[in-house]
């Protein structure tokens, strides 16, 4: 009788894992990567598609420690790019999609606040 309800802790296990993966997360959780001083950190992004570059440069912070961001377009074998201190405008790489890869540059040792995927 016993050897019944062996498996039903792994069920409940497995109920409360599915239940927190598909949970709602709050729509203003966020996510922070640090980024390595005087060195580009390879980062993922979590925006929305079309998100202006000027968004991605505001979530570095300390402000002043950017120095620039650069994506590959694999497809044309090219980098395009923004620096600090240069209107957004005037920069080949204007806006990012969610999920592409960007090398942020930094001077000194920084962070970059981004949200959340949410499902």
């Known amino acids: 009788m016993a050897k019944r309800w062996l498996w039903f ?5 497995a109920a409360l894992l599915l ?3 598909l ?4 729509a203003d959780a966020q996510r922070t990567v640090d980024l390595v001083g005087a060195n580009c950190t390879a980062v993922a992004l979590t925006y929305e598609n079309g998100t202006g570059i000027a968004t991605v440069a505001a979530a570095v912070a300390p402000a002043g420690a950017l120095d620039s961001i650069w994506e590959f377009l694999a497809a ?7 620096a600090a201190g240069v209107p ?12 592409d890869v960007v090398f942020i ?3 000194d040792a920084a962070t970059m606040t981004m949200p959340e995927i949410q499902h």
């Open 88 to 99: 957004p405008e005037a920069a080949d790489l204007q806006s990012v999609d969610r999920l």
């Open 19 to 21: 239940a927190a993966t």
């Open 76 to 82: 044309e074998g090219r980098w395009i790019g923004y």
């Open 105 to 107: 540059c930094v001077g």
């Open 9 to 13: 802790p792994g069920v409940v296990a």
């Open 23 to 26: 949970a709602p997360r709050p």
